[in-house]
């Protein structure tokens, strides 16, 4: 039902939101157009692009393939809480911009959600690793070299013990 | 010119708010009381449009407004020639333009017939279903040759044929050359380019300030100034009325300059009328067919040569697909004609084509522009006389290149900028050699190649040149201010849509002026800021728009040491400008901060002489009066599965020389991506039309775009042969990256197959595994 509405909570980057949204309310649009968080950007709308890739209790998904209300309960976390609250840069945020890993930068919040989270998983990853990871996330601009380099770089760097 | 920045690997000054989600898309516009709007597209690709029922739709909650071409009244009209065609002699130009609605016949799927205007997106959306059109359909046109043939439909009835365009050019005479050649060769050759596919598709949000009576319209254009004259006269405002603004914008590649693209048209008129803001922003499957394509070309093409190789002459005659309407001109299929001439001494060239109307998407501009389809044919063609002569596919190339002593070049026939196609410089053989060098290529040959292929693996190397005219003009424009606490404002006509312009630009300014890249604030595409302007097209952006920025900077740089000398008493010889201030050679205690000059050029008392202006700033434009010639060499070997056609490249290299380079890193980014959408071209990307012109793979799932799977790691190398035609030295290179690869593939996949001793020629892109299992089970057919 198109107009049946649901109070929902969820965390985002740390802060708590309430809202009441309509079943058929995207998860981007939640984002975007209700919390106004617009830094997660929308592609395709039909899970293909990645660009609007954010996390789900930590774990990559794609927001333009889910509803506002399937998050009730759940920690989210967008390109927005990246950087630290001083607002420095992440090591992976630092690095793309080292090795110019974006062009356009409208698929590069989607590719920093997927990348953060495989980083948490494997800090210490080859190239063909990185590229398997970065294969669901279209870039139309950069030929992605660059990218793969800032994550092999960020890499390294989080080994070493940055935040 | 002090050169502390120009030149150098200059980290991105825009990347911030890009890493961190805070930058402005054209999405992320939003404003109090904003309606929302979807448009109804023909599903049919060529119909009459018998009656539209709108009454349903306007009973919906939520749904404000719903208009078809009738609404619009007076406002319906068709968009003007946005491209005029070259002054060529004999030349056909029929224009069918655009409109903004449909209203008595629709000419290709897509084509907006209503447009719904909500308080949502989701509710506009929801009442197109209640819309109740009526069609009568009518056979579509969709075979490119079918369409050129007499009797076919036709797309614009009223023509009486489906010629958009036709066009001879010529160079000498072919039929002497092809009369004591050693040996010709005759092809017929398919190329077809596919939509650009930026990852942010369009959108558009026009803002009606009634008190004011001003117009601000947020749009993913490349050519802002022309979105804003062109709005300002078709809703009878000044321009003056009319702000147009190209935020950050996500990809453009071409398409995104088109205009008006009937979005661009129609919300502003509706902003009016409703007096409230209002947002569209296209959604990925009305971009497959509401956004303009490039597709394909039939070249039936001949080349003579002599025994040695080297070539006579060529003729080529060859059809475009134009798609509905063609108020873009004929810059893809004139590219297609003067880039098949390539770095080759081509003594006779005789080039006929045939644009062809078709029930199928406007075709326009994308990365590379018809290039390709040029380079495709000649490349191939080359390929084709090494083999039948026994000459090295490198060598073949090498005895036809153009000689250092031969610039500038005059190829005789017009470009796509009215000009005569002259190549103003270049230095072709060290190219060639970087590119032979970098990919191994005798080693891999002699070597490599036979003790790979014993193995029975099947790898193959390919070598491909192209040259590509950029930087046309006809002008671009700057304003570069001092303000008074010393940092500087720059402002430039063009739209960026990630080349980089914040920084490159930025470059260029802090060092005419002495201060540091960071002190350099860029705004570019607000009109606003800078009213005149062509736009970003054409790798013309840090040519044109560079060369402007440059001659601005200068022109300030000159005030602030009139200003310095006046204040220090002192010949201008005797001052310095570094680190933000004017100081005294020798004593650099004695100084004046560039923001104090500022504050000095708009004094409270005293006069401003006649002939001078106020402030320490100027206003200059840069238009050069020809494209500058890039010119590059591709290589790459690859493995190919000879059971599954999959095919992976091991090595690819490219050489290139574009002149001055200002900014290394972005260059390469700009090569990379070049590349990467040359090899989705080249093997990934085919728009799959029925017999009656539906889209059938309209989804990212089925349009298959390259992956970081897909593009490797490549190897750049450049020469540097400064262009004389602007004083920067600089050449375009934001196409060049795209154009030579699908000619690259054909030849590195017939040599890994060793397709040629199978009787095998692959004469056509874009490929794919299943397209080359055809290709060789037609050639064990035959």
């Known amino acids: 039902m198109a107009d049946e509405s649901h109070d929902i909570t969820v965390e985002?980057?740390?802060?708590?939101?309430?809202?009441?949204?309509?079943?058929?309310?995207?998860?981007?649009?939640?984002?975007?157009?209700?919390?106004?968080?617009?830094?997660?950007?929308?592609?395709?709308?039909?899970?293909?692009?990645?660009?609007?890739?954010?996390?789900?209790?930590?774990a990559p998904v794609r927001s333009c393939l889910m509803f506002a209300v399937q998050a009730n309960g759940h920690e989210l976390a967008t390109i927005e809480g990246l950087a630290s609250a001083s607002g420095d840069l992440s090591p992976l945020q630092a690095a793309m911009h080292e090795h110019h890993g974006l062009q356009c930068g409208y698929c590069t919040p989607g590719i920093l959600m997927t990348m953060t989270a495989f980083l948490r998983e494997n800090n210490a990853p080859s190239e063909n690793e990185v590229r398997e990871a970065l294969s669901g996330n279209l870039c139309r601009c950069t030929g992605y070299q660059n990218i793969?380099?800032?994550?092999?770089?960020?890499?390294?760097k989080i080994r070493a013990g940055a935040p | 010119m002090t050169t502390r920045f120009f030149g150098a690997p200059i980290k991105r000054i825009e990347d911030k708010k890009l890493l961190t989600g805070r930058a402005l898309f054209i999405d992320d516009v939003e404003l109090p009381g904003m309606l929302h709007a979807a448009f109804l597209r023909s599903q049919a690709a060529h119909a009459r449009i018998k009656h539209i029922d709108t009454s349903a739709a306007l009973k919906r909650e939520g749904v404000i407004a719903v208009y078809t071409a009738n609404d619009l009244g007076p406002y319906w009209q068709a968009g003007p020639l946005l491209v005029p065609p070259p002054p060529i002699p004999g030349i056909v130009f029929n224009l069918r333009s655009h409109v903004p609605l449909a209203k008595d016949t629709i000419r290709c799927a897509g084509e907006p017939i209503a447009i719904v205007v909500a308080e949502s997106r989701y509710i506009a959306e929801d009442a197109l279903d209640d819309i109740a059109v009526d069609l009568e359909?009518?056979?579509?046109?969709?075979?490119?040759?079918?369409?050129?043939?007499?009797?076919?439909?036709?797309?614009?009835?009223?023509?009486?044929?489906?010629?958009?365009?036709?066009?001879?050019?010529?160079?000498?005479?072919?039929?002497?050359?092809?009369?004591?050649?050693?040996?010709?060769?005759?092809?017929?050759?398919?190329?077809e380019h596919g939509i650009s596919s930026p990852i942010e598709t369009r959108g558009v949000v026009a803002q009606w300030d009634a008190r004011a009576e001003q117009m601000t319209v947020w749009d993913t254009t490349q050519a802002p100034v022309f979105v804003r004259s062109l709005l300002a006269g078709a809703l009878g405002l000044s321009e003056g009325q009319v702000r147009v603004i190209a935020p950050f914008?996500?990809?453009?590649?071409?398409?995104?300059?088109?205009?008006?693209?009937?979005?661009?048209a129609t919300l502003p008129w509706i902003a009016v009328r409703l007096n409230r803001p209002i947002k569209w922003i296209e959604d990925r499957f009305e971009h497959f067919v509401a956004t303009t394509h490039e597709r394909g070309q039939i070249h039936d093409a001949e080349i003579a040569l002599t025994k040695d190789g080297r070539i006579l002459g060529v003729?080529?005659?060859?059809?475009?697909?134009?798609?509905?309407?063609?108020?873009?001109?004929?810059?893809?299929?004139?590219?297609?004609?003067?880039?098949?001439?390539?770095?080759?001494?081509?003594?006779?060239?005789?080039?006929?084509?045939?644009?062809?109307?078709?029930?199928?998407?406007?075709?326009?501009?994308?990365?590379?522009?018809?290039?390709?389809?040029?380079?495709?044919?000649i490349e191939r063609l080359l390929d084709l006389a090494a083999h039948e002569l026994g000459i090295d596919a490198a060598e073949i190339r090498r005895r036809n290149l153009i000689p250092n002593d031969a610039f500038p070049f005059n190829n005789e026939i017009i470009y796509q900028d009215f000009a005569p196609l002259q190549y103003d410089s270049g230095n072709y053989?060290?190219?060639?050699?970087?590119?032979?060098?970098?990919?191994?290529?005798?080693?891999?040959?002699?070597?490599?190649?036979?003790?790979?292929?014993?193995?029975?693996?099947?790898?193959?190397?390919?070598?491909?040149?192209?040259v590509e005219g950029t930087g046309i003009g006809p002008y671009e424009g700057a304003k570069v201010q001092v303000r008074s606490n010393g940092k500087v404002s720059v402002a430039t006509g063009v739209g960026t849509q990630g080349q980089g312009h914040f920084t490159s630009f930025a470059q260029i300014v802090a060092d005419q002026l002495g201060v540091d890249v960071t002190d350099v604030d860029i705004v570019t595409g607000d009109t606003d800021r800078f009213y005149?302007?062509?736009?970003?097209?054409?790798?013309?952006?840090?040519?044109?728009?560079?060369n402007a920025v440059n001659e601005a900077s200068l022109a300030v740089r000159k005030k602030a040491l009139k200003l310095a000398s006046d204040a220090f008493e002192c010949a201008e010889e005797d001052l310095v400008l570094a680190d933000g201030k004017v100081s005294l050679v020798g004593v650099p205690e004695k100084f004046i901060r560039l923001g104090e000059l500022a504050q000095r050029a708009n004094p409270m008392r005293g006069a401003v002489k006649p002939g001078t202006e106020p402030g320490l700033e100027s206003t200059q434009y840069f238009g050069p009066p020809s494209g500058s010639t890039a010119n590059g060499v591709h290589a790459m070997i690859v493995e190919v599965d000879p059971e599954t056609f999959q095919l992976q490249i091991l090595k690819y290299v490219v050489v290139h020389d574009c002149g001055t380079?200002?900014?290394?890193?972005?260059?390469?980014?700009?090569?990379?991506?070049?590349?990467?959408?040359?090899?989705?071209?080249?093997?990934?990307?085919?728009?799959?039309?029925?017999?009656?012109?539906?889209?059938?793979?309209?989804?990212?799932?089925?349009?298959?775009?390259?992956?970081?799977?897909?593009?490797?790691?490549?190897?750049?190398?450049?020469?540097?042969?400064?262009?004389?035609?602007?004083?920067?030295?600089?050449?375009?290179?934001?196409?060049a990256g795209a154009i030579p690869v699908g000619a690259l593939f054909a030849q590195a996949i017939e040599n890994a197959l060793q397709l040629k001793d199978r009787g095998v020629e692959i004469l056509e892109i874009p490929l794919s595994p299943s397209r080359v299992f055809e290709l060789i089970a037609e050639g064990n057919k035959a």
């Not at chain 2, 190219?431 to 790898?459: M, N, S, T, W």
């Not at chain 2, 005149?532 to 560079?546: D, K, L, M, Y």
């Not at chain 2, 989804?699 to 897909?710: E, F, I, M, V």
């Not at chain 2, 190398?717 to 050449?731: A, E, M, Q, R, Y």
Request: net charge neutral; aromatic share 8%; with cysteine.
């Open chain 2, 249 to 264: 914008v996500g990809g453009g590649f071409g398409p995104k300059i088109f205009m008006l693209h009937p979005e661009e």
């Open chain 2, 315 to 377: 003729k080529d005659v060859f059809l475009h697909d134009n798609g509905a309407y063609n108020p873009y001109g004929l810059t893809v299929p004139i590219n297609s004609q003067c880039t098949l001439l390539g770095p080759y001494v081509i003594p006779a060239y005789d080039s006929t084509f045939t644009s062809v109307f078709t029930n199928l998407t406007i075709v326009t501009p994308y990365r590379g522009a018809g290039r390709q389809h040029g380079v495709f044919v």
């Open chain 2, 429 to 466: 053989e060290p190219v060639l050699d970087k590119a032979l060098a970098a990919i191994g290529y005798h080693h891999f040959i002699r070597e490599e190649q036979p003790k790979i292929r014993a193995e029975g693996r099947c790898v193959g190397i390919g070598i491909a040149c192209y």
């Open chain 2, 137 to 191: 359909i009518l056979p579509a046109v969709v075979d490119l040759e079918k369409a050129s043939k007499k009797g076919s439909t036709c797309v614009h009835a009223d023509l009486g044929t489906n010629v958009a365009a036709h066009v001879h050019q010529t160079k000498g005479d072919y039929a002497r050359a092809a009369a004591k050649a050693h040996l010709t060769i005759k092809r017929r050759f398919r190329y």
């Open chain 2, 661 to 735: 380079v200002i900014n290394p890193l972005i260059l390469e980014g700009q090569i990379h991506g070049g590349v990467a959408q040359g090899i989705g071209n080249a093997f990934f990307e085919k728009l799959s039309f029925d017999e009656q012109g539906q889209l059938l793979n309209a989804s990212l799932a089925d349009y298959l775009l390259p992956t970081s799977l897909d593009v490797p790691r490549m190897t750049l190398d450049h020469t540097v042969t400064p262009s004389p035609l602007n004083p920067l030295g600089i050449k375009g290179a934001g196409e």
């Open chain 2, 532 to 546: 005149w302007g062509a736009g970003t097209f054409a790798s013309r952006g840090a040519v044109v728009a560079g």
């Open chain 1, 148 to 156: 793969v380099d800032a994550v092999l770089d960020a890499a390294g």
């Open chain 1, 12 to 58: 985002v980057n740390g802060a708590s939101y309430r809202a009441t949204v309509e079943a058929r309310m995207l998860l981007s649009d939640f984002l975007r157009h209700e919390l106004k968080l617009a830094g997660t950007h929308v592609g395709c709308e039909h899970g293909v692009c990645g660009a609007c890739t954010v996390l789900l209790d930590g």
